[in-house]
């Protein structure tokens, strides 16, 4: 089987399996009773129906209109492969729902019709109205698609959308604004050549003009040459806007001196020999499917210094529509814009260009390995699965919704509206909002130990821009440097970064003499002092902490679990300070799960199995959320005379001697813990209330195993895990820890003791 033959077959297997398409349906309310079925169909459906007859706005909430949209084709003009008809253009339109719903979070129906009159096609899609609450037209051949969307958008009150016009524009208006801010260039300046009238050309040379470009420099050629005053072969009124004066002329009589060439055309058209024509370092944006306009290899042959985007994935600078369709919709869907008019598209382009120029996002750069994400020639646009597209666009057209007078349900604070996008993007988001807002009161300073990470690097910019916390990075200046220039950060050690290097640093002496006169009691000579501090990093900033030159030390990238432990308890674990446990936070579709102890005792005895409930409880509290905590066990409610039965009854017993101010109950199985339903049949009155949210276990084994099956099994997020016991001067990560990870990890540790406590 060839490459090709392979390729195919994995892609039709990927629509086949494991069951036929890409989209299903899943009910949003519970109906597992008769109860159900009354609220959901008669009689109860009968409230939701009459209160929208009483307020049409009601649909919104009673349904799920506010998040609906639909995608519409009559499969004339499909990606590259033209005319195929409505029924073969379905996997296609499946696609573009499954790219709402993954990058937007909004649902959507695939709608293919089998009508090739644009008239009879509109009024198909108008009657559609009471069902969506936008609408997307996809793959419909020009000059058709301009008339259905003339008709649809002034008869219909919902926003009506043509991707392949309007997003593609979008997207190269953002790929040409950073262009020429990289070439000095202004639009009212420059000189744009494009080949091919058909609809996404022309509503790109309509975002050109409304960006700036003189409609006096803008030359169309297409098949039959340069659209020019007085052409009558294949025109219509779009393409007639942008007829030059002057008779017929061909692309290499008008390529001289251009600024910017624009392709949605076909193979081949611009030669190594036009592109020598054009401006010093000229914008080649060849965008025809698959193939484009010029190779890119052959375009920098002509001219190194250009500058070029494709339609391609394999090339830089890929021009895709996904950075833009399902987040202008998002904004547009949540301010309950009427339309999408040229206020949002500008919006939605200058988001894009501005993310761009922004640095990468740790989520991006694990999407993309080995690709250079850092703003210049070859990173004009963001990629698509940069997590923060959602935000920074989705809010810009909303603004712009507002601004513009198109929103009927206007946003009050679109910083807060901005926030909660990024939470919906970013799980881990909300539940760590309170304690970035404790963290925000002071200035901490939070050593890395594995500093050379790029990780930890990625969290240390992070950090800089998104907190008041000064991160210290532990490792050598030289590999920092060029880790944090290959990533695309603004990282420059001794400027806005303190280094601590290993291998040569004036502190040196005095932190190996602190280090030797804490360990000289625990057998370690001043010549092993001298050499911990030259090659073990969690020692030194455990060393830095103990000095006062950080707050907070953050360790464990790498390595496991205890040896890190071990160093961190050895400089720190003093003055009252001691390792109490591990807690980790899983984050779920159904709230957070605290999860205890998961690391540090194997076997903890009742006094520490009650200091880790006491620790947890405290620790939940600072995510805002009151603890409900269960002592998970074999045994239910003494029905097993088994250690950790045993281990668990007695830590109870030495919780109810305290007066602790939390609701705790035990000991349990962890399906108890989870469904007061099931505990009610063993107490008629449980101490806890609901499912239990902090989990206690009798070993780490047991900890350990429910976190790892939530994460790889539940898709459960983990925050921590939080080292608890030690001041809030010390956290161990695990080697899986992703960059955003870190960043939550440092906010835990830059909240002020006060709050800790």
Not at 523 to 535: K, N, Q, S
Request: with cysteine; glycine share 8%; net charge negative.
């Amino acid at each position: 089987m060839s490459d090709d033959d392979g390729a195919r077959q994995a892609a039709l297997d990927y629509h086949r399996f494991p069951k036929p398409g890409k989209l299903e349906i899943r009910a949003t309310k519970p109906l597992e009773n008769g109860r159900d079925l009354a609220r959901a169909y008669s009689p109860g459906v009968a409230d939701a129906s009459l209160a929208i007859r009483d307020d049409p706005g009601a649909a919104r909430d009673y349904t799920a209109r506010g998040n609906l949209v639909a995608v519409v084709s009559n499969g004339t003009a499909v990606l590259g492969l033209g005319d195929i008809g409505a029924l073969a253009s379905k996997p296609v339109m499946e696609g573009k729902a499954v790219l709402f719903k993954k990058f937007a979070g909004i649902d959507c129906f695939d709608i293919e019709v089998d009508e090739r009159d644009p008239e009879k096609l509109a009024a198909i899609v108008c009657a559609l109205e009471p069902t969506f609450g936008a609408i997307n037209l996809e793959d419909i051949k020009a000059p058709d698609c301009f008339e259905v969307e003339r008709i649809c958008r002034e008869r219909m009150g919902i926003p009506v959308f043509h991707d392949d016009q309007h997003g593609t524009a979008i997207v190269v208006g953002a790929a040409a604004l950073n262009a020429l801010r990289l070439t000095d260039r202004r639009w009212e300046d420059i000189k744009v050549v494009s080949t091919g009238g058909g609809a996404a050309g022309l509503a790109c040379l309509d975002m050109l003009l409304t960006l700036g470009v003189r409609r006096e420099n803008v030359w169309l050629c297409d098949l039959h040459g340069l659209v020019h005053e007085g052409r009558e072969v294949e025109m219509n009124p779009k393409k007639a806007a942008y007829a030059q004066p002057g008779g017929p002329r061909q692309l290499g009589d008008v390529i001289e001196g251009a600024d910017l060439f624009l392709g949605l055309s076909g193979p081949g058209v611009l030669s190594e020999a036009l592109v020598a024509q054009m401006a010093p370092r000229p914008i080649i944006f060849a965008l025809a499917n698959p193939r484009p306009e010029i190779d890119p290899v052959d375009a920098r042959r002509a001219a190194p210094d250009a500058i070029i985007a494709t339609g391609r994935s394999d090339f830089p600078n890929q021009v895709n529509n996904v950075l833009c369709f399902p987040f202008i919709f998002r904004g547009a869907l949540d301010v309950g814009a009427t339309e999408i008019n040229e206020a949002m598209k500008v919006g939605c382009v200058e988001g894009i260009a501005a993310l761009a120029r922004a640095t990468t996002s740790a989520e991006a750069a694990a999407a993309y390995q080995g690709e250079q994400l850092t703003f210049g020639p070859d990173y004009l646009i963001p990629k698509p699965f940069d997590p923060r597209l959602m935000g920074v666009v989705a809010s810009a057209v909303a603004k712009a919704a507002m601004e513009s007078g198109v929103a009927a349900r206007p946003v009050e604070d679109v910083a807060a509206y901005k926030r909660r996008l990024d939470q919906s993007v970013f799980r881990s988001a909300f539940v760590m909002r309170p304690v970035f807002e404790a963290a925000a009161q002071a200035q901490r300073r939070i050593v890395f130990a594995e500093g050379e990470d790029e990780r930890v690097l990625r969290a240390a910019q992070a950090i800089m821009e998104e907190t008041t916390d000064v991160p210290i990075l532990i490792g050598r200046p030289d590999v920092i440097a060029t880790r944090a220039a290959r990533a695309g950060l603004i990282l420059e050690p001794g400027a806005n970064v303190e280094i601590v290097n290993p291998e040569s640093d004036p502190r040196y002496r005095d932190y190996y003499e602190t280090y030797h006169a804490l360990m000289a009691r625990r057998g370690v000579a001043r010549d092993l002092a001298r050499a911990v501090m030259r090659t073990n990093s969690t020692a030194i900033a455990a060393v830095m902490v103990a000095r006062g030159e950080a707050d907070s030390m953050i360790c464990g990238t790498f390595g496991q679990f205890l040896w890190h432990l071990r160093y961190v308890t050895d400089v720190l674990g003093r003055d009252g300070l001691h390792p109490v446990g591990a807690l980790s936070v899983m984050l779920q579709d159904q709230g957070p799960l605290f999860i205890a102890d998961t690391h540090v005792h194997q076997e903890p005895t009742p006094e520490q199995v009650a200091e880790t409930v006491v620790a947890s409880a405290r620790h939940v509290r600072r995510f805002g959320i009151e603890p409900q905590v269960a002592l998970c066990s074999g045994s239910q409610f003494g029905n097993l005379d088994s250690p950790s039965g045993r281990s668990m009854r007695a830590a109870m017993a030495l919780l109810d001697a305290q007066s602790v101010d939390f609701r705790y109950e035990g000991e349990m199985n962890l399906d108890a813990a989870l469904d007061p339903e099931l505990r009610a049949r063993f107490l008629d009155e449980s101490r806890i209330e609901g499912p239990a949210n902090v989990l206690v276990f009798a070993s780490t084994d047991a900890a350990g195993a429910t976190r790892n099956v939530l994460k790889m099994r539940a898709g459960g997020l983990e925050v921590g895990p939080v080292l608890m016991g030690m001041g809030n001067k010390a956290h161990i990560v695990t080697p899986s820890i992703t960059a955003r990870g870190l960043l939550n990890m440092a906010a835990l540790a830059g909240t002020p003791v006060a709050h800790y406590g």
